[in-house]
């Protein structure tokens, strides 16, 4: 195999044009639908990716306690399906929880209701009608074909509805790595692929409880109300059943992790194949976008 670094999916669809590339990795669903050339093909199917917002009520120097009538009032605030056709051509799916469908716990429930009403009296009940303004620092990315300024424009046009206001502030990854490490972001978005098939990697790192990442970059040593009981409980049970009972235990671990509204699962990409004829074995992999050994070509 010979690999080529290209910048953005236009470049890509060129290279696959010319015949300089048999294989294309990062296509998003818009830049496919105009591909015309008979020589290529192009495949869209379901994957296990996650693209999301995450909410720190530990940050430094917030204007509001973002405590879990606000956090619930801004996930009940964003047009979902309006992202998702705005970014990805209406090519992906949403997600109940931090867990992607087709994983263990994955798909139980239903994904949280765009209600813009609910919000407002969620804020009303916080003591927050006139709202405030929050930081969003963001990594400055085009990530499985979702651009995330585009993407964060339209949050921030939904969030002004309920009186946030969100000052943008788009970075490179290294700077949003260090930020959201150190003092925390109030509302920042970045995305999340698994490793491994299997539900324990995602609530040991979304799941607030010591240790893991997000529970961390939460602000869970300054704000220890973060924690929930429930869920070390949870995904020891779950990591000890059989599979049967597991995949009901990461069910619930799943509804718990959702009702924090701290991980805010926005979409779960389609994954573009875009090929030239006569390529065959594509196909998507819980552990890597695809899977090398199974290509063929003629």
């Known amino acids: 195999f010979i690999f080529l670094q290209s910048k953005?999916?236009?470049?890509?669809?060129?290279?696959?044009e010319s015949g300089s590339a048999d294989i294309a990795m990062q296509v998003d669903p818009t830049t496919a639908k105009?591909?015309?050339?008979?020589?290529?093909?192009?495949?869209?199917?379901?994957?296990?990716?996650?693209?999301?917002?995450?909410?720190?009520?530990?940050?430094?120097?917030?204007?509001?306690?973002?405590d879990a009538k606000i956090r619930e009032a801004i996930a009940s605030a964003i047009d979902y399906?309006?992202?998702?056709?705005?970014?990805?051509?209406?090519?992906?799916?949403?997600?109940a929880a931090p867990i992607p469908n087709g994983f263990p716990g994955g798909g139980v429930g239903?994904?949280?209701?765009?209600?813009?009403?609910?919000?407002?009296?969620?804020?009303?009940?916080?003591?927050?009608?006139?709202?405030f303004t929050l930081n969003a620092t963001y990594p400055n990315v085009n990530q499985y074909g979702v651009d995330y300024t585009l993407m964060m424009q339209k949050i921030q046009?939904?969030?002004?509805?309920?009186?946030?206001?969100?000052?943008?502030?788009p970075v490179e990854f290294s700077v949003w790595r260090e930020k959201v490490n150190g003092d925390g972001i109030p509302l920042t978005a970045v995305f999340f692929a698994p490793d491994y098939y299997g539900s324990s990697q995602y609530a040991q790192y979304f799941a607030m409880m010591d240790g893991t990442v997000w529970y961390k970059r939460a602000g869970g040593k300054s704000d220890p109300t973060l924690a929930?009981?429930?869920?070390?409980?949870?995904?020891?049970e779950a990591l000890a059943a059989p599979a049967d009972k597991s995949s009901e235990l990461f069910g619930k671990l799943a509804g718990v992790m959702a009702n924090?509204?701290?991980?805010?699962?926005?979409?779960?990409?389609?994954?573009?194949?875009?090929?030239?004829?006569g390529i065959g074995?594509?196909?998507?992999?819980?552990?890597?976008n695809m899977v090398l050994s199974d290509i063929t070509a003629e």
């Open 81 to 95: 399906d309006g992202i998702i056709d705005l970014t990805v051509d209406g090519k992906a799916t949403r997600l």
């Open 8 to 16: 953005d999916a236009v470049s890509q669809t060129q290279l696959l």
């Open 281 to 288: 074995g594509l196909r998507f992999s819980a552990c890597c």
């Open 157 to 169: 046009q939904d969030l002004a509805e309920i009186n946030i206001k969100l000052e943008l502030a």
């Open 228 to 236: 929930n009981a429930e869920t070390p409980k949870l995904l020891a």
């Open 110 to 131: 239903e994904p949280i209701k765009y209600d813009v009403e609910k919000a407002k009296a969620l804020m009303q009940e916080a003591g927050v009608p006139d709202g």
């Open 34 to 66: 105009n591909i015309t050339n008979e020589n290529i093909v192009v495949e869209t199917k379901p994957s296990f990716n996650m693209v999301y917002l995450a909410i720190s009520p530990g940050a430094k120097n917030l204007p509001h306690a973002l």
């Open 260 to 277: 924090d509204h701290v991980i805010l699962p926005i979409l779960s990409p389609d994954a573009v194949f875009a090929s030239r004829k």
